[in-house]
């Protein structure tokens, strides 16, 4: 189904053959997979071979769609093929740039860090900070 | 019938025979049946004296007593409860930071020595950075940190076991007035423990220095702050 023309729409991203998504929830949680069919209303096949989403029916409600399509990409391909247009299309490349793929990177480190880490990251900031403050009183003084 | 099975309610599958040899019975020795202890004696004769009384007496060893409960008291229940040596959590290890969360020195970021035999945990500060002694701490007011301080080879003296730790007893309860109206006097640190303490924190700061921002660390105080949540916090 490709996107309907309508100017007054304010949908910009469709569920279609070729969207990538990405998988909310389940083992596959935080990568990457194309559609590949609509089942109905509620599902789709999907598919990612180079992310290691192993072929499967999936809820729209545990995905999210991304703005990245695989226009090249025909309804029902065969992992194969998915896995030769994803290459193609270098999606991986673009989504890893994207300022929501580096936020969501971000956001986990900043999970992640340990006690020792969140210290040092508190030192570096009172460092920028003072920086930050010497310099806008220089500014200040001068003006 | 653990090794057998039943054809029918009572009846076994295997012989006595069969069950013996699957069981590997033949294996297991048979103690000589020990000697019966030769019985004590129950009574004693003994003489007595007195013309018209006879010349002895056999009497009981141990009488009967002259006191019976009214009712019969139940007998307590065997405890068969068998105390087991405190397991110490696989987070902590030689050499782990821990954050203290109870006692005079909460909130503390401390090193972690070793476990004593009663159970708890020998941790110092060092003393230099963050005024905590050679101490010992238990493993539930602890939260142990991914942070470890190389400590490999560090041999800790035998000394500091839970003896070394023991509160002196108590001296005279019932002191003179004038003594209980005197000013306090300064207790004065003994002198050997304050070396003791020095001694084992030396090869403790010298692996601390090795990590740049390790001593300001242990130094500062671990506090909560808004948005911050120990459940999903990784320490």
Not at chain 1, 123 to 134: A, G, N, T, Y
Not at chain 2, 101 to 110: D, E, H, P, Q, T
Not at chain 2, 215 to 223: N, P, Q, S, V
Request: net charge positive; charged share 25%; hydrophobic share 40%.
């Amino acid at each position: 189904m490709s996107a309907p023309q309508s100017s007054e729409s304010t949908f910009k991203r469709y569920v279609e053959v070729g969207r990538v998504v990405l998988i909310s929830d389940g083992p596959c949680a935080g990568k990457l997979a194309t559609i590949v069919e609509i089942i109905d209303h509620n599902r789709a096949l999907i598919d990612g071979p180079l992310t290691g989403v192993p072929r499967q029916s999936f809820a729209y409600r545990r995905l999210v769609l991304t703005p990245f399509v695989l226009t090249k990409l025909t309804r029902a391909a065969s992992t194969p093929i998915v896995k030769k247009v994803f290459e193609a299309s270098d999606v991986l490349a673009k989504w890893e740039k994207s300022a929501w793929a580096q936020r969501r990177a971000a956001m986990e480190k900043r999970r992640s860090t340990s006690d020792f880490e969140r210290f040092e990251i508190m030192l570096l900031k009172k460092q920028r900070r003072r920086v930050v403050q010497l310099a806008g009183a220089k500014a200040k003084k001068s003006a | 019938m653990a090794r057998n099975s039943e054809v029918s309610p009572h009846i076994g599958k295997l012989s006595k025979s069969q069950l013996f040899a699957k069981k590997g019975l033949y294996k297991r020795k048979h103690a000589a049946p020990a000697a019966a202890p030769a019985p004590a004696a129950t009574t004693v004769t003994k003489t007595i004296g007195g013309k018209a009384n006879g010349t002895s007496r056999v009497l009981p060893v141990t009488r009967a007593p002259a006191f019976y409960p009214s009712d019969d008291v139940r007998a307590p229940k065997l405890n068969r409860k068998t105390l087991k040596p405190t397991k110490l959590r696989s987070t902590i290890t030689p050499g782990t930071v821990l954050i203290l969360l109870a006692g005079r020195f909460r909130g503390k970021r401390v090193v972690f020595l070793k476990q004593l035999e009663g159970g708890l945990l020998l941790v110092t500060g060092p003393f230099k950075v963050n005024g905590v002694p050679v101490r010992r701490v238990n493993q539930t007011y602890v939260i142990a940190t991914s942070t470890k301080v190389d400590l490999a080879g560090l041999e800790v003296d035998a000394k500091f076991n839970d003896a070394y730790f023991a509160k002196p007893a108590a001296n005279n309860r019932a002191g003179t007035e004038a003594a209980f109206f005197k000013d306090g006097e300064k207790k004065v640190f003994p002198a050997d423990k304050a070396a003791d303490q020095k001694t084992l924190d030396k090869a403790v700061l010298a692996a601390v220095a090795k990590t740049p921002n390790l001593a300001k660390y242990l130094g500062a105080t671990f506090g909560l702050t808004n948005g911050q949540y120990p459940h999903l916090l990784k320490f």
